[in-house]
């Protein structure tokens, strides 16, 4: 009996696990998803009529390797916020690794305007990351600016100041806390998704949007947050604590 419900629970979790971590897919890629499934069905469909065994495989074989990447870039995990987290702390916007945390000159005046230096924060996201971003902080959405730009590698420190992108400022005006953030285009990277508009209410941890195909977020913090994470250290969107503030 033991045995039995003991397969039971490890089916239960697997079944959970594919379905939170794999399968749920974000309403973001329908377009993409979609034209990708075209393309590829129509490759495999002329394939076919191909003579040369290999090139046929070969051709079948790359479409379906690009049908199921498709599938699981544009994969969208449940998250919750962590069991200590509470108002004022910072959560990670996206699923990534930290490549910048360091004190930088204050480039947002119109949202930061008596701050001369800003603790900023980037984390890149590969394209075998979540892309889905997540809220950082509860509050209201009091500056928002999209900005077309180049598409250098999203590593790079000049993209944060270069490449296509949004800028979203939030503030929760009963306590004066405020972040900056910003979603980065990188080399790859085409098309950027927010869902949110200046007066927006918005909770940490909601989606709002995402980045297509390999892409940075920055947080840019005032001097005087207590930063929770350091250089190369992986994050999770919706999840992982970033700063406090």
């Not at 979609?34 to 070969?58: D, E, G, H, Q, R």
């Not at 480039?107 to 980037?122: A, P």
């Not at 979203?168 to 285009?185: N, P, Y």
């Amino acid at each position: 009996m033991i045995w039995v419900k003991s397969k039971k629970h490890i089916r239960k979790s697997i079944k959970d696990w594919l379905r939170h971590k794999l399968f749920k897919l974000t309403g973001y890629g329908k377009d993409t998803i979609v034209k990708v499934f075209a393309v590829t069905a129509l490759l495999v469909l002329i394939s076919l009529f191909i003579n040369n065994n290999p090139v046929k495989y070969l051709i079948i074989l790359l479409c379906v390797f690009i049908w199921l990447f498709t599938l699981y870039f544009f994969r969208d995990p449940e998250r919750k916020l962590p069991g200590n987290y509470r108002p004022g702390m910072i959560i990670s916007p996206g699923d990534g690794k930290v490549v910048i945390a360091e004190t930088v000159v204050n480039n947002e005046r119109d949202f930061f305007k008596d701050e001369e230096e800003l603790f900023q924060i980037s984390i890149f996201l590969s394209p075998l990351n979540v892309h889905v971003n997540r809220i950082p902080m509860s509050g209201t959405v009091t500056y928002l600016k999209y900005i077309k730009g180049d598409y250098i590698v999203a590593f790079d420190h000049k993209s944060s100041e270069r490449n296509e992108r949004s800028v979203i400022g939030i503030e929760d005006k009963s306590t004066g806390r405020k972040v900056l953030f910003k979603q980065i285009a990188g080399f790859v990277a085409r098309r950027i998704v927010y869902e949110i508009s200046e007066g927006n209410s918005v909770e940490a941890g909601e989606r709002f949007g995402m980045i297509k195909f390999g892409s940075r977020v920055d947080i840019l913090l005032k001097k005087d947050a207590k930063i929770s994470v350091s250089l190369n250290q992986k994050t999770t969107g919706g999840e992982t604590i970033i700063a406090e503030i």
